[in-house]
C-alpha cells in the first residue's frame, strides 16, 4: 500500500469486528513506526496505555460517553501527553542528551544551553506546557493511525471522555494530559462504512491577514 492509498483509505471507523484480535507483535510494529514521528528538540513527550482487558474495556467506554467501539474494538490506546517531558532531570530528556552527544550533534558542555532553549521555548508558562506536550502528541497520535492503516488496522480518535474520570481510573499522573483515546481493530464486515467527508481544498487552506 503506497502512502497515497493510505491517506485515502485511512477512516475512523465507527464498527470494529470482536472477535478479529490484534496480536502483540502488530501493535508493537505499528508503535515501532509510530515511535518515528518527529517532535520538538525529540523530546517524544507521549506515551500510550494499551487498554485490552474486558474490565478495564468497560471502565474506559463508561467514562466515554457509552461509545460501542471502545469495547468493539480488540483494545483502545489512551495517548498520554508529559507536560513535564522538557525538564531537566526527566529520564528521557537526559537520554535525549546523551544520545545527542552520541551522534555528535551536541556536546557536554552545552547542557546548560539546552536546559535554557527548553525553558524557554516549553516551560515558560503552563499554557506552552501544554501546547508542547499536546502538539507533540497529536503528530504521534496521526502518524501511529497512519501507520495502523498501512498494516491492514482501522482506527477511530476519540475526544469525547471524562478527561478526569480516565486519569482517576487509569492512575495516571498529573503531568500527563489526555489529549485523546484510539480505538484499533478490524472494520467489521457488512456493516455501513459511511463516505469519506469533506475536506479544505490547498486553496481554502492557504489565508494570510495582512
Known amino acids: 500500500m503506497n502512502f497515497n492509498d493510505v491517506l485515502n483509505s485511512r477512516r475512523s471507523v465507527n464498527f470494529f469486528d470482536p ?87 551536541m556536546q557536554e558542555s552545552q547542557r546548560e544551553w539546552f536546559k535554557g532553549a527548553r525553558e524557554g521555548l516549553y516551560g515558560a508558562t503552563p499554557e506552552r506546557q501544554l501546547a508542547f506536550a499536546a502538539k507533540n502528541a497529536g503528530f504521534f497520535a496521526m502518524t501511529l493511525m497512519l501507520a495502523a492503516k498501512s498494516k491492514g488496522l482501522d482506527t477511530h480518535p476519540m475526544d469525547g471522555f471524562d478527561l478526569e474520570g480516565v486519569k482517576k481510573a487509569f492512575h495516571i499522573p498529573d503531568n500527563y494530559w489526555v489529549p485523546l483515546l484510539i480505538a484499533v481493530g478490524y472494520f467489521k464486515q457488512g456493516e455501513t462504512l459511511m463516505p469519506a467527508k469533506w475536506r ?3 486553496d481554502e487552506l492557504i489565508v494570510r491577514f495582512d
Open 19 to 105: 472477535d478479529k484480535r490484534v496480536s502483540n507483535e502488530l501493535l508493537k510494529s505499528v508503535l515501532d513506526m509510530a515511535a518515528k514521528t518527529p517532535s520538538s528538540f525529540n523530546l517524544q513527550p507521549w506515551s500510550v496505555i494499551v487498554v485490552d482487558q474486558e474490565s478495564e474495556k468497560e471502565t474506559l467506554k463508561k467514562l466515554a460517553w457509552n461509545q460501542p467501539k471502545v469495547t468493539e474494538a480488540p483494545l483502545t490506546l489512551i495517548v498520554l501527553a508529559d507536560r513535564h517531558g522538557w525538564k531537566e532531570g526527566h529520564p528521557f530528556v537526559e537520554k535525549n542528551f546523551q544520545e545527542m552527544i552520541r551522534a555528535g550533534s
Open 200 to 202: 479544505k481544498t490547498a
